[in-house]
C-alpha cells in the first residue's frame, strides 16, 4: 500500500473546528483513527497521513454530511496553511500568494500537488489529490478547492468567482449541484478527469489587504 507521507496538524485543526461546531464526538473521531488528543496542541506537530484520511473517515460517519468538504471550509484560517498560510498573508496581490503555493504546499502536508497552468486570458489550478479512500477522496478535493476559493475571498476584501471550476465527484442530487453553484458562485462541473478552478487572469492583480514584501521575503526564508 502506497504510504500517504504526513498532514500538518494545522490542517487538521480546521476539520476539528468543523467537528466542533457540528457537535460531533471529536475525541471518538480522534481515538478511531489512532491520534492522540494531545498531540493537536503540537502547532507544528503533523500526523501519518493515514490517521489523517481515518480521521476525516470517521467524522464524515458521525456527521452523515455528503458535503462535509465544502462545509468544513468555513473554518479555513491563515494557519490551516501553516507558514504557508502566512507567506500568502504578506502577499501584495492574488497572483503573487498563488505562485507561493507549488513551492510550499509542502508545510502543508503531503495530501496533494497542485499545478497551475496559464493561457493568454486565464489561470488554471489543478489539486491532484493523494487520499485512495473513496468515500474521503472527493470529501478532500472539495475542501482543498473550497478553502482555497473563501481564504482568496477574505485576503482580497472581496466576493470574486472563479471562471468555472470541475471536480472528479460524482454529481449528486440538484440541491448538492446548487450549494456547490452558490458557493463558487459560477458553473461546476462534475465526473470530469481533474479537479481545477479556473481564473481569469486579470484576477491575479487583485491586491490584498495585508501586503508586506519584507514580511513575505522574511518568511519564505
Sequence with gaps: MKKLGFASIAAVQQYQRYAEHRKLDTQLALAQAGIAADVLKKQNGRIPGEQF???????LK????DLLGLHSSEFV???SYSVLGYITLSCQTIGEAIDCIVPFEKLVGDMGITTIRRNAS?????WHCA???PKVRPQMIDNVLSSWTRYARWLSNSNTAPLFV?????????????????????????ER?????ALAKDLLDLPLLQGNETLRKSLEQ
Excluded at 62 to 65: C, G, N, P, R, W
Excluded at 193 to 197: A, E, S, T, W
Design 77 to 79: 484560517q491563515p494557519g
Design 53 to 59: 484520511q481515518d480521521f476525516i473517515s470517521a467524522l
Design 122 to 126: 486565464s489561470v488554471y489550478l489543478d
Design 166 to 190: 470541475e471536480l472528479e465527484r460524482e454529481t449528486g442530487s440538484t440541491k448538492e449541484r446548487k450549494a456547490y453553484e452558490s458557493f463558487f458562485g459560477c458553473p461546476v462541473h462534475f
Design 62 to 65: 458521525q456527521s452523515d454530511d
Design 193 to 197: 478527469r481533474q479537479n481545477r478552478i
Design 131 to 133: 487520499y485512495p479512500d
